[in-house]
């Protein structure tokens, strides 16, 4: 499996950034695609999540109406729309993928297939 992430940047708080994930190496059927992040001296923590499949959707609270998942199947790709960026959003961002139930969703544990991360950073 390959997951190559991109998008990231550095923009002004309030600004939209878009990142990219595409999924490769094997079919993605019943699997979760979904976004940590990481600041410095910080957990990785849940972002958002879609389910390949079936396009549900789930968000943390502290991106709940300013960031949106979605996906394109042809280009076995998901993207993470971020929008009202702010500052407190800098980390690096990560995608991954999975089959996990939706209980464990937002744990990073139960991923086993990572992208490589790409750097976020809102200046305020």
């Known amino acids: 499996v390959q997951l190559q992430a991109s998008g990231g940047g550095l923009v002004q708080a309030g600004d939209s950034l878009r990142l990219s994930c595409t999924a490769s190496?094997?079919?993605?059927?019943?699997?979760?695609m979904a976004w940590f992040r990481q600041a410095p001296g910080t957990e990785r923590e849940f972002v958002a999540a879609i389910g390949w499949n079936t396009g549900v959707t789930r968000y943390a609270d502290s991106v709940k109406g300013r960031f949106t998942i979605s996906r394109d199947n042809a280009k076995n790709t998901r993207y993470l729309q971020m929008d009202r960026l702010r500052p407190e959003d800098t980390a690096v961002y990560y995608c991954?993928?999975?089959?996990?139930?939706?209980?464990?969703?937002?744990?990073?544990?139960?991923?086993?297939?990572w992208g490589q991360g790409t750097q976020v950073t809102v200046s305020s």
């Open positions: 190496g094997r079919s993605f059927s019943n699997n979760v």
């Open positions: 991954a993928i999975d089959r996990v139930i939706n209980t464990a969703i937002r744990l990073p544990s139960v991923y086993h297939n």
